[in-house]
């Protein structure tokens, strides 16, 4: 059996297939990254859209750091390792936005550093982060209270 020519796409260049086709091995785009299915089942990791942001400017709050530092530091906080290339990334877009200010310092181990350092614009975006995070701890409340009161309910 001989394999047709895939039709041209945009602009007239053919999309390159591999073995799982043009979307690769999962299928449709848009697929969770939070649920997959194992042998076992289903695994569901539960995370908070955007929580490296108010965990890194709280961070800030405490002392000024590094990239590398708060990397490590972050991944006490969060549970997982951040990617260092977007934790840059976000520092520089902190402070674009006014919420740290960073300077050079080579009395630091090893060669110089850029370090971070939290503004009073910076306190008052994690200050709004740990009133939204308390809504949503309120939330995330009420679903657990109301899970544990259906499953009671069913079981009986």
Do not use: C
């Amino acid at each position: 059996m001989t394999s047709k020519p895939h039709p041209p796409g945009p602009g007239g260049r053919h999309r390159p297939r591999g073995p799982h086709g043009p979307r690769g091995p999962r299928g449709r785009r848009g697929r969770s990254q939070t649920r997959t299915r194992t042998e076992d089942g289903w695994a569901v990791t539960a995370r908070v859209a955007r929580f490296v942001e108010p965990a890194v400017l709280l961070l800030l709050r405490d002392t000024s750091s590094y990239g590398y530092d708060l990397t490590d530091e972050l991944e006490d906080i969060l549970g997982e390792r951040v990617d260092h290339g977007n934790l840059y990334r976000m520092l520089r877009s902190f402070e674009e936005d006014g919420l740290v200010t960073s300077e050079w310092r080579d009395d630091l181990p090893g060669r110089s550093k850029r370090t971070y350092r939290l503004t009073p614009d910076g306190l008052a975006v994690l200050d709004q982060w740990a009133e939204a995070l308390v809504d949503l701890q309120g939330n995330i409340d009420a679903f657990i209270t109301r899970y544990h009161n259906d499953s009671k309910e069913e079981s009986e």
